[in-house]
């Protein structure tokens, strides 16, 4: 490839340096070429990301986030009411009969409605 002849050039000339100064330098010349390296890589990747229309964002080039989906928000609410309405149940029925176990369980119904009104509006 034509972008792989300044790397070859590099390498062979940190060998012909390695060669020259001997092998007391042979980790500074290593350090350098894989810095080289490094960086021809980078600018490689970032110019196949720009050619695929995948340029940085606020999310960086990597892949974006799964948005949420709308009825998560209602999970933390749906359960709150199950946690609540199991024990409502058991003293409205207890103490109020029919008449406050249904009264709880309209209340707990008109509160999921609203939470979930208040979401869709939201989003």
Known sequence: ??????????????LD?????????????????ADRLDETIAL???AELAAHGAGPGPYGA????KAKSPGSAMIPIALGSLGIGVPL????????GL????????????????????IMRRD
Not at 1 to 14: C, G, I, N, S, V
Not at 22 to 31: F, I, Q, S, T
Not at 62 to 65: A, H, K, T, V
Not at 89 to 96: D, H, M, R
């Open 99 to 118: 008449l406050g176990l249904t009264i709880s369980w309209i209340a707990i119904v008109i509160i999921n409605v609203a939470a979930a009104a208040a």
């Open 62 to 65: 990597g892949p974006r986030p």
């Open 89 to 96: 149940t058991a003293i409205a029925s207890s103490n109020a």
């Open 44 to 46: 490689r990747v970032r």
């Open 17 to 33: 340096a390695r060669r020259d100064l001997g092998p007391d330098y042979e980790n500074a010349l290593l350090e350098s070429f």
């Open 1 to 14: 490839m034509q972008h792989d002849r300044p790397l070859r050039e590099d390498l062979k000339a940190t």
